[in-house]
């Protein structure tokens, strides 16, 4: 699939530890829960902020 | 499933940073807010401004879900032993389509991974018999990502 070619060529991410990956027969594998530190978030998140938010 | 009813990076001068850190957001053209008020200058955020910002940056940065989909990962969260914030990223974390976002299948989160129909694992699929649903959750080892782009390579 050209889509999925395409976004396996781009180099602005890579694949977490977290998760287990074969492009060759296309599947992937959740290996464990992340923690907010090991999520590659490009930007800074608040999950704190977001508890709060509805907890109020 | 809903419709994402948003321009796709809106979030992006919205929230004032490029949040998928793509090279094609719109936000490194224009560093302002949307709209015609946009680049009026930003009073100073309440703590529920902060609050807001931070949960609509979170619920935007994972594409397709709907307030009441994201709400219930709160509920959810806070009825897990432990830190609530670290369950609701661990929630949405193993989202079926942040997998796919995250194993490099999609080049983006508003994009579904094509799959096959009849996969050869079929003894790993999950319970339900609805495999393809977005925001069905994992469980890390048990259930295989199973996706898979119809013949990659060829």
């Known amino acids: 699939m050209p889509l999925v070619l395409e976004a396996n060529a781009l180099a602005e991410r890579d694949v977490p530890d977290y998760i287990d990956v074969d492009h060759a027969k296309g599947t992937a594998k959740l290996t464990r829960v992340p923690g907010l530190s090991e999520v590659p978030y490009p930007t800074h998140m608040e999950p704190n902020l977001v508890i709060e938010f509805y907890s109020r | ?154």
Not at chain 2, 33 to 57: C, E, S, V
Not at chain 2, 122 to 138: I, T
């Open chain 2, 1 to 154: 499933m809903t419709k994402r009813a948003q321009a796709k990076y809106k979030i992006d001068r919205r929230m004032g940073e490029n949040i998928w850190g793509r090279p094609r957001s719109p936000f490194n053209k224009r560093e302002y807010g949307p709209g015609q008020h946009g680049q009026r200058r930003k009073g100073k955020a309440t703590d529920f401004g902060t609050q807001l910002k931070a949960k609509q940056k979170v619920k935007g940065y994972y594409g397709n879900i709907s307030e009441r989909q994201f709400h219930s990962y709160y509920v959810e969260a806070r009825r897990l032993k432990g830190d609530s914030s670290a369950h609701l990223i661990g929630l949405l974390e193993r989202r079926l389509d942040a997998l796919i976002y995250r194993a490099k299948f999609v080049p983006t989160v508003f994009r579904r991974a094509p799959v096959r129909q009849s996969r050869p694992h079929q003894g790993q699929r999950p319970a339900g018999q609805h495999p393809l649903l977005s925001g069905q959750g994992r469980r890390p080892c048990r259930d295989q990502g199973i996706l898979a782009s119809n013949a990659v390579g060829a």
